[in-house]
């Protein structure tokens, strides 16, 4: 199965079409911002695992 932001980057680098490339772009950062929120929450509550013990 192909992921949106795959589908968005081959229609882009086919076609050309910049609209395809700034959604591309945007949910790129969208994912990024996702993974460090969820990587912060992680280490949040390892540390406050850690404190409890």
């Known amino acids: 199965m192909i992921s949106m932001n795959e589908l968005l980057w081959r229609l882009f680098t ?11 772009k945007e949910l790129e950062r969208i994912s990024c911002h996702q993974s460090n929120a969820e990587e912060k929450q992680t280490v949040l509550s390892l540390s406050m695992q850690q404190e409890v013990f």
């Open 14 to 24: 086919s076609t050309g079409d910049i609209q395809s490339y700034l959604l591309y």
